[in-house]
């Protein structure tokens, strides 16, 4: 009963830190006071200081976690708005996105062979590029870890949203399909719920991307020989 109720604890926890974080980031606009960093944030501070396994946490807000794909699969609705736009674009964003994907995929490999990861380490990071849901998935076909592969796509999502501005000031990107993709590929759906600040457009490349670039990126671990020089 006592564990139960933790679980539900942690739930709630969870969703008013991130109420209450939105709700100061409305005032402070600072990147570094967005809900997508301070929360994970809290609760890890929270959880460590209280000793809770992550277990248990997990456990708890497995909702949250199941709500991932109801809430990928709605982003098809601004999609569908500008379906004209997008079918217009459609070669240039297969193009970028394959680029995108390839070196996402590679430079995970790249570093962590570097760091002298372990093997299955090595297999959980590849996918981190790609939204949680869909990461888990293939952390599972490959036979990694799907719990540390979320913590990865958790990883780059954050600094996708902390460096995908940056970038987009640097390279005086104009374009607001530039900016989608950008955020989109580079931080999936973290990057997503971004690039809707900047607009509609903006997120509904963003959206576009992170789901052709899902389906790209696995298409690129396929045709990696069995990752047998991961073996």
Known sequence: MKHLLLEALLLLLTILIFVVSKKINSKITLV???????TPLMLIIILECFHIPYGTYASGTQLL?????????AFAVPMYKFQDLLKQHLKEMIISLSIGSFFAVITSILLALLFRLSKIMV?????????????????????GNPSLTAVFVMITGLSGVVLGPLLIRLLSLKSPIAKGLLMGMGAHGTGTSKAFELGELEGTFSSLAMIIGAFITFIWILLLPNLSFLM
């Not at 570094?32 to 301070?38: A, D, G, K």
């Not at 976690?65 to 699969?73: F, R, S």
């Open 32 to 38: 570094l006071f967005s809900p997508i960093i301070v």
């Open 123 to 143: 297999i959980s990071i590849i996918p981190r590029s790609v939204t949680t849901p869909i990461a888990m998935e293939y952390a599972k076909t490959l036979h």
């Open 65 to 73: 976690t199941y709500m991932l794909g109801p809430a990928t699969v």
